[in-house]
């Protein structure tokens, strides 16, 4: 029942909609999130709110044996008790009695429909559905939950549905594994936290996103012995500081944690004490997004490689075969 502050609503809502049936939003998750966008999404019953909590879980370390402790009204308050230890007992309000079950086919359709796709989503096996075609001639399909993308007999149920056309799944993070299975099937898989929030929409489906990259020459070709850059046959001048922060976000394309951190970016360039910093990350991802559009014949196109979402940092748009990282 954690709170993570540092997620946008979007985000925290996908992450715990990878629990399938079970996923629940609490009070103290929700509480950063309050406001018009939350109230729409109960409009919506995207959120489902449900009766408030009469149990709080035990501390993370006590003996007492108990699945959860019993909550407990104060007067105008609420206690969790440790039965062992009242230095452990736990205040809570009314938001923290709270919680919202997360309706994940609810949540599909207000994804498809941001997404501009006319059809309502079909349920193709429990959890996953076929959301139509956007943006190129592929069958698009989406699931939320982890249990269900890993479900024996999806890949021949989506291969069914799709009747011939290429396929593609926008879905959780998935075990190695799993990856590797859907790639052998030539099925492309989409990470559903990368793909949403296209054009500024909370839910919409990037279509950039939902076809493989044609395997060809690299657009990005970065020597790291010798400091070269080069982006679609075009060298470019960087700085000591840009050339450190584009090795960063080219390895990161090119690994399964694409977004590096203000934190990261630092790190990365005056190393792991905070006090070497002489300025802003941000400015430094201006810099380079200047330097690498210099001489570009698309410069805003070139601008837009080096992406930012809220609360996650900055990313490489590229896919990782279009970037050849050497030493």
């Not at 452990?88 to 079950?101: A, E, K, M, P, Q």
């Not at 249990?147 to 989506?158: D, F, T, Y």
């Not at 990470?191 to 500024?200: L, P, Q």
Request: glycine fraction near 8%; charge should be neutral; include cysteine.
């Amino acid at each position: 029942m954690g709170c993570v502050v540092s997620e946008s609503l979007e985000t925290l809502l996908l992450r715990l909609s990878e629990a399938g049936e079970t996923a629940t939003l609490w009070g103290r998750q929700a509480k950063p999130h309050l406001g018009s966008e939350f109230e729409r999404l109960l409009a919506r019953r995207i959120l489902v709110e449900q009766a408030p909590a009469t149990e709080w879980p035990v501390c993370a370390s006590c003996e007492c044996g108990l699945d959860a402790r019993p909550v407990q009204a104060v007067g105008d308050r609420y206690i969790a008790p440790c039965p062992y230890d009242h230095r452990c007992d736990v205040t809570l309000d009314n938001d923290d009695l709270r919680s919202f079950r997360i309706d994940g086919e609810v949540l599909i359709k207000e994804i498809a429909a941001a997404s501009g796709i006319p059809d309502e989503p079909e349920l193709v096996l429990p959890g996953i559905w076929h959301l139509g075609r956007l943006g190129s001639k592929r069958a698009v399909f989406g699931v939320l939950s982890i249990s269900a993308a890993m479900q024996p007999g999806l890949i021949v149920a989506m291969r069914a549905a799709a009747r011939g056309q290429p396929v593609t799944l926008v879905a959780p993070p998935l075990p190695t594994s799993e990856r590797q299975q859907f790639k052998q099937a030539g099925i492309h898989l989409v990470a559903v936290r990368d793909a949403i929030g296209h054009n500024g929409a909370a839910w919409a489906l990037d279509p950039a996103r939902l076809a493989p990259h044609i395997v060809g020459e690299p657009r990005l070709v970065i020597a790291r012995s010798i400091k070269s850059v080069s982006l679609d046959g075009i060298d470019c001048a960087l700085s000591d500081q840009t050339f450190k922060l584009l090795c960063l976000l080219a390895a990161r394309a090119r690994g399964d944690q694409p977004f590096a951190t203000t934190r990261d970016i630092e790190q990365e360039i005056w190393g792991a004490s905070l006090h070497r910093v002489s300025r802003p990350a941000r400015d430094v991802v201006r810099e380079l997004r200047e330097a690498l559009a210099a001489g570009a014949s698309e410069p805003d196109a070139v601008r837009r490689l080096i992406e930012n979402k809220r609360n996650r940092g900055w990313r490489l748009t590229l896919a990782a075969d279009a970037i050849d990282l050497r030493n």
